[in-house]
C-alpha cells in the first residue's frame, strides 16, 4: 500500500501537468535550461522523496510560469519591509550599494536563459531595488522633528490645507518663523489645532499665530500606531495648539512651482467643499465633501461609526468604487450618447472616444480627491483598462494590480506599512483572483427571471463577502475591530451609492462652475441620508461588530505571505498558502498581552487583574492612552469602567498606590515622600517622580525620566519579569529619537528573576 507522501507527490504531480500548458524547458536542477526527464541527474539530491518533491514543484512552477512577473512586486515590497523592520537606520551607502547590486541582477535576470535562474535573479533584484527605493525615500524627504516642547511663541507659516476635527481646526503650516527657535531646528511644517478664526482659512494664505509646539507623538504602546513616522514622511515635525485666533500676514518668501500647483490644488479642492457644506450642512455635507475631495473632517463621531460598524467604512475611502462609478459611468454615458446617432456611431470609433473621456475624468477625480493611495490604485487599474481599449488590446487584471503597487511603492515605499495600502490591496487582490476563477469555471444558464437584477445583487453580495474576508485581518491588527454584517449593509448601501449618491455628485461637480449644482447636491444629500439609515439600522443589530484584542506583526507577516501565495498561483498547489496562514493563527493564539503598561506620561498606569482584564489603579491623565490599550485588548469598557477599586486589590492613597498582580508586589509612587518605603518593600516601583539613585531595591523601577526618554512601557510576568518600551519598538531611526541611557545602573536583588527585554530571548 502505498505510502501518504508518496500519494500526496502522485497527487501534485498529476493535478500540475493537468492544469499546465505545453512548456518548451525540462524538469531538472535549478539552474539548467534543458534537461530530459527519462533519466536520472548527477545533479538530482540523493534522497527519492527530495527529488520527486523538487519535479513536481518544478512542473507546478513551469506549469504557470505566465504568472511569475506578479510575484516582482510582492518581492519589491518584500525588500521595503525589511528595511523598515531594521532597528537602526542604515548609511546611506547601504542603500545605493544594494540599489545598484539589484539594478545589476536584474540585468543578469535579463540575460540569463534559464528560467529558475531568470526567476531566482529577478526575485532578489526586486528586494534589493525595494531596499534601496526606501532608503532613498528617507533620505529625501527627511526634515528637522522637534525634540522638545516650544511655545507658547508666534509662529508663522503658509496654511497648506485645513481640515474640520470636533470644535477645532486642523491647520497644516509650511513653517517659515517660530519665535525662540534657531531656524537650523525649524520643523518644515507643522499641524496646528486652531478653535476659533479658522473657518475662513484657505490653502495659501499666509497667517501668524501664537501657539504651542510638540514633538509629533510617539506610540501610546509598544507595537501601536505611529503616527510619528507617518509625519515624517509627511515632513511634519511638529504638532500643537493655538492661543487665540490667527492674523493674516504678509507674504514671507516666494514660493517654487510645485508649491504653487499644490497650492492651486489645495484650493481647488477648499472651495469645492466650502460650496457643498454651503448647500449640505453638518455631517451629510461632510460626508458629501469627503466622497468628492476626500475631506474627511466634520463627519460626526456617530455617524463614522454607524458606517464603519455596518461594514460601510470603505465608502468614505475614495477607491475602487469610486473610482468605476466615475470613469466608466462616464464611459458607459458618452458611448450609449454617441450611439444614439449613426452616422457617428457607424463611422467613428466611439469606444476610443468614451475610454479618452474617462480615462480624463478619472484623472481629475483623482487630483479632486487628494491622491490617497486607494484612489491612485483604482486609477491605475482604470488607466490599464481604458488604455487598453485606446490600443485594442485586453486588460490582464491581475497585472494591472502588479502594476498599481509598483508604482505606488516605487513613489512612496512607506505607504507599505500603512492601513490604506494594506487593505486597499488586500481587497483588490482577492476579488481580482476570485474573478479569475469565476472566469474559469463552467457557466450554466438560469431560467429564473430578472437575470440582470440577480446578476448585480450576486455582485454585491459576492464584493462585500470577499472584500470583507480579505480585509479583516487588517482591520483586526490595525484597528481590533471585526464587523459580521458588511454584506447585509453592502446590499442596502451599494444601489444607493451607483444610482443616486455618485450620479447626482459627478453631475454636480460638472454644474458647479456653472452655478447650477444645488439640486444635484441635494439629490446627493438624499443618498446620502438613506445610507446612513441603512448604516445604523446594520450596526445596530446585536452582534454586528466585535473587538478584537491586538495581533503580533509575526502573524500578520505569515498571513499576508499566505494569502498572496493563494492569490497568484492558479493551480492546485496553490492551496499551500493555508500553512503560513496556520501558522499565523498559532502566533495569534500563542500572543500574551501585556500585564503592566504604563503611559508616555507616567502618570497613567494599568494592571491586568485577576479576570484577565486591565484596570487602571487611577484616573487615567492620558486619556487617550488608556482608550487605545482598552481597544488594543479588546475591551469595550469604557475608562471610568476600568478603575480600579479597593475590591480589585488595588489600594491608593495622596502618596501612591499599592497593587498586587501575576503574584508581584507593585507600587505606584505619587511622591518622593513615598519612595524610600515603596522601594523596600515591593518587588516593582512605578515613580511619577525622579528616584535617581534613591530606589535600588526592587528589580524594576520605571520612573518620570525613563518614560520620557523610552516612551510608553509594556511589562510581562509570565516568565520572570520581561520588559518593553515605545522606543526599543520604533528603533533608531530618523523619524524617532535615539533614548538617553542613565549614567548608573541599578542593582536587582538576587532572588528575583533577571529583567529582560523582549528581543531577548
Known amino acids: 500500500m502505498p505510502s501518504f507522501g508518496a500519494g500526496l507527490r502522485t497527487r501534485l504531480a498529476s493535478d500540475c501537468e493537468a492544469s499546465s500548458k505545453p512548456v518548451s524547458v525540462g524538469v531538472g536542477p535549478l539552474f539548467t535550461s534543458r534537461q530530459s526527464v527519462s533519466g536520472r541527474s548527477a545533479a538530482m539530491p540523493p534522497y527519492p522523496f527530495v527529488s520527486r518533491a523538487i519535479q513536481s514543484l518544478s512542473k507546478c512552477a513551469l506549469s504557470e510560469r505566465e504568472r511569475w512577473a506578479l510575484w516582482l512586486p510582492v518581492a519589491f515590497g518584500i525588500g521595503i519591509a525589511l528595511y523598515f523592520a531594521l532597528p537602526r537606520e542604515p548609511p ?155 492674523t493674516r500676514t504678509a507674504q514671507l518668501g516666494p514660493a517654487s512651482f510645485s508649491e504653487r500647483v499644490a497650492t492651486a490644488v489645495e484650493l481647488l479642492r477648499w472651495r469645492v467643499s466650502a460650496r457643498i457644506h454651503s448647500v449640505l450642512p453638518g455631517s451629510t455635507g461632510a460626508i458629501a465633501s469627503a466622497l468628492i475631495t476626500g475631506d474627511r473632517g466634520g463627519i460626526s463621531e456617530d455617524d463614522e461609526s454607524a458606517l464603519r460598524d455596518a461594514g460601510l467604512a470603505h465608502v468614505l475611502a475614495i477607491a475602487g468604487l469610486h473610482m468605476a462609478l466615475v470613469g466608466l459611468g462616464l464611459f458607459w454615458a458618452i458611448r450609449a450618447f454617441l450611439a444614439l446617432f449613426p452616422i457617428i456611431a457607424l463611422t467613428q470609433p466611439i469606444k476610443k472616444w468614451a475610454a479618452l473621456a474617462a480615462l480624463g475624468s478619472a484623472a481629475f477625480y483623482l487630483v479632486m480627491s487628494g491622491a490617497a493611495t486607494p484612489a491612485t490604485r483604482a486609477f491605475i487599474m482604470l488607466a490599464v483598462m481604458l488604455i487598453a481599449i485606446l490600443f485594442d488590446r485586453p486588460a490582464i487584471s491581475m497585472r494591472s494590480v502588479g502594476l498599481a503597487a509598483a508604482i505606488i511603492l516605487l513613489l512612496e515605499p512607506e505607504t507599505l506599512i500603512e492601513p490604506g495600502f494594506q487593505m486597499s490591496f488586500a481587497a483588490v487582490v482577492a476579488l481580482v483572483a476570485v474573478a479569475e476563477w469565476e472566469r474559469a469555471r463552467a457557466r450554466s444558464e438560469s431560467a429564473l427571471p430578472l437575470p440582470g437584477v440577480r446578476r448585480y445583487m450576486r455582485a454585491i453580495v459576492t464584493t462585500s463577502l470577499v472584500g470583507s474576508i480579505a480585509t479583516a485581518p487588517y482591520a483586526a491588527f490595525h484597528f481590533d475591530r471585526a464587523t459580521h454584517y458588511a454584506v447585509l449593509g453592502n446590499l442596502g448601501a451599494m444601489p444607493i451609492m451607483a444610482f443616486v449618491t455618485m450620479p447626482a455628485a459627478a453631475l454636480s461637480i460638472f454644474l458647479m462652475p456653472f452655478g447650477l449644482d444645488e439640486y444635484p447636491l441635494r439629490v446627493m444629500g438624499w443618498g446620502i441620508d438613506a445610507m446612513l439609515a441603512v448604516g445604523r439600522w446594520v450596526s445596530q443589530l446585536p452582534g454586528s461588530v466585535s473587538l478584537v484584542s491586538a495581533w503580533p506583526i509575526s502573524a500578520l507577516v505569515c498571513l499576508s505571505l499566505g494569502g498572496v501565495w493563494i492569490a497568484l498561483w492558479r493551480g492546485p498547489w496553490r492551496w499551500a498558502g493555508f500553512v503560513p496562514a496556520a501558522v499565523a493563527g498559532a502566533l495569534v493564539l500563542a500572543a500574551k498581552p501585556p500585564d503592566i503598561v504604563v503611559a508616555r506620561d507616567g502618570l497613567t498606569v ?125 528603533g533608531v531611526r530618523p523619524w524617532s529619537l535615539p533614548p538617553v541611557r542613565r549614567q548608573y545602573r541599578r542593582s536587582r536583588p538576587t532572588s528575583l528573576p533577571w529583567i529582560r527585554t523582549r528581543s531577548e530571548p
Not at 536563459?113 to 529577478?122: Q, S
Not at 499665530?209 to 506610540?219: I, K, M, Q, S, T
Not at 525622579?690 to 525613563?706: K, M, Y
Open 606 to 730: 494599568a494592571l491586568r487583574a485577576p479576570d484577565g482584564r486591565l484596570r487602571f489603579v487611577r484616573e487615567p491623565r492620558d486619556t487617550y492612552s488608556a482608550q487605545e490599550w482598552l481597544r488594543r485588548d479588546g475591551d469595550t469598557r469604557g475608562i471610568a469602567e476600568a478603575v480600579a477599586r479597593r475590591a480589585d486589590g488595588v489600594t491608593c492613597d495622596a502618596y501612591g498606590c499599592i497593587a498586587r498582580t501575576g503574584g508581584v508586589r507593585i507600587a505606584i509612587a505619587m511622591k518622593p515622600d513615598a519612595l524610600d518605603e515603596d522601594c523596600s518593600t515591593n518587588q516593582i516601583v512605578i515613580s511619577a517622580v525622579p528616584t535617581r539613585s534613591r530606589c535600588q531595591g526592587p528589580a524594576l523601577v520605571v520612573d518620570r525620566f525613563d518614560v520620557a526618554r523610552s516612551g510608553a512601557y509594556a511589562v510581562w510576568l509570565q516568565h520572570g519579569i520581561t520588559t518593553a518600551t515605545a522606543q526599543e519598538e520604533r
Open 92 to 246: 546611506p551607502f547601504v542603500g545605493m550599494a544594494l540599489g545598484a547590486s539589484g539594478v545589476l541582477l536584474a540585468v543578469a535576470a535579463a540575460g540569463t536563459e534559464a528560467p529558475f535562474a531568470r526567476a531566482l535573479l529577478g526575485g532578489v533584484a526586486a528586494i534589493l531595488l525595494g531596499f534601496g527605493v526606501a532608503k532613498h525615500r528617507t533620505d529625501s524627504v527627511a526634515a528637522p522633528i522637534l525634540s522638545h516642547r516650544v511655545g507658547p511663541s508666534l509662529v508663522e507659516g503658509r496654511v497648506e490645507n485645513t481640515q474640520a476635527h470636533g470644535k477645532s481646526v486642523r491647520v497644516v503650516l509650511t513653517l517659515a518663523h517660530v519665535a525662540h527657535l534657531q531656524p537650523r531646528f525649524l520643523p518644515k511644517r507643522a499641524r496646528i489645532s486652531i478653535r476659533s478664526g479658522a473657518d475662513t482659512l484657505r490653502p495659501g494664505d499666509w497667517i501668524q499665530v501664537r501657539a504651542v509646539l510638540l514633538p509629533p507623538p510617539a506610540p501610546a504602546a509598544p507595537g501601536d500606531y505611529d503616527f510619528g513616522r507617518a509625519a515624517f514622511f509627511r515632513q511634519i515635525g511638529a504638532v500643537g495648539y493655538a492661543y487665540g485666533r490667527p
